[in-house]
């Protein structure tokens, strides 16, 4: 039995919800999201909280019960608080610039890297090459962040590379440590 289901999804003040259906709508301070959900999941509003049920004992409804649930938490913290993700540029000449919803990343490719960033997400800069991430849709900022990530990953000599903020790299000792 999903642990994570059974607890009820607490609605923050200023946040609305329309359920029609599978289909949920939910309305903050900083946006709105909205998903379409198995139909194997009920979900019931009771005053200031959000109840799931499952129509099912299996172990796949149970699974999705509890997915559910999270996805729905998620969907309420976004569009009150929102989300974040910071990712760090190490090297030696790497910069980065943001100008609108272009990225330009210079990592040591003979030409910069151009990535355009989705509808809904936000880029800072700072002057110590972090890019900070910021959007409603946790999936999206962690997807995009990914997508980033992937253009130069930290490699395990001299950790040059895009790293997660809170990412450790295993650092392998070159050829001069082994003798």
Do not use: C
Not at 92 to 113: A, D
Not at 128 to 154: F, H, S, Y
């Amino acid at each position: 039995m999903s642990r994570i289901g059974k607890e009820p999804v607490q609605l923050i003040s200023g946040v609305k919800i329309e359920l029609n259906g599978t289909h949920i709508k939910v309305t903050g301070s900083k946006g709105a999201l909205e998903r379409d959900f198995r139909p194997e999941i009920e979900i019931k509003q009771e005053g200031d909280t959000l109840v799931f049920k499952p129509k099912g004992n299996s172990k796949r409804v149970l699974a999705f019960w509890g997915m559910t649930r999270t996805l729905v938490n998620n969907m309420v913290q976004g569009v009150s608080n929102g989300f974040d993700k910071k990712l760090i540029v190490e090297g030696v000449g790497y910069r980065v610039k943001v100008s609108g919803t272009k990225l330009t990343l210079n990592v040591g490719f003979s030409n910069p890297v151009d990535f355009v960033l989705p509808e809904g997400i936000k880029a800072e800069v700072d002057k110590d090459n972090v890019i900070t991430l910021a959007g409603v849709d946790k999936e999206l900022v962690g997807q995009t962040a990914a997508r980033i990530r992937d253009i130069r990953k930290p490699e395990p000599y001299k950790g040059k590379g895009i790293r997660y903020i809170d990412e450790h790299i295993v650092r392998k000792v070159g050829k001069a440590g082994a003798a």
